[in-house]
């Protein structure tokens, strides 16, 4: 069994940043694409972006691309999300995915249901 468990959201004013980091326990965590995605209230859940298992390569929703940056450190179990320049329209709930791959794999995951894993979500406002 895999859990995740999101941190670091809370209330900022736009144009201020954030970091999500999501810890993973319970299996290999190098062996894991991770993702992040958000929920506002009333919407569909939505890619935000996406890191192989290695931290090779990485994608971004255009909303969110010059300033998101995902990373991870695989000696932490731990992914994370930078979120600068945040706007209020970045509201929402963030969730982190997980999804096993083989370790000869660079893919990144675009939908959320490629996804095997995912934590309970970290709330994020942005006021205006």
């Known amino acids: 069994q895999v859990q995740l468990v999101e941190s670091g959201g809370g209330l900022v004013q736009a144009g201020g940043s954030l970091r999500l980091s999501c810890a993973v326990s319970?299996?290999?965590?190098?062996?894991?694409?991770m993702g992040w995605f958000r929920q506002a209230p009333g919407k569909e859940r939505a890619f935000v972006a996406a890191i192989s298992w290695s931290g090779g390569s990485t994608y971004y929703a255009d909303s969110v691309k010059g300033r998101f940056t995902i990373s991870r450190d695989n000696a932490k179990n731990t992914v994370y999300l930078q979120m600068n320049s945040l706007k209020p329209e970045d509201t929402a709930d963030y969730y982190c995915a997980a999804k096993t791959v083989a370790y000869s794999s660079r893919s990144v995951y675009l939908e959320k249901d490629e996804y095997n894993y995912w934590g309970r979500g970290t709330q994020v406002t942005v006021s205006s």
């Open positions: 319970g299996r290999t965590f190098s062996n894991k694409a």
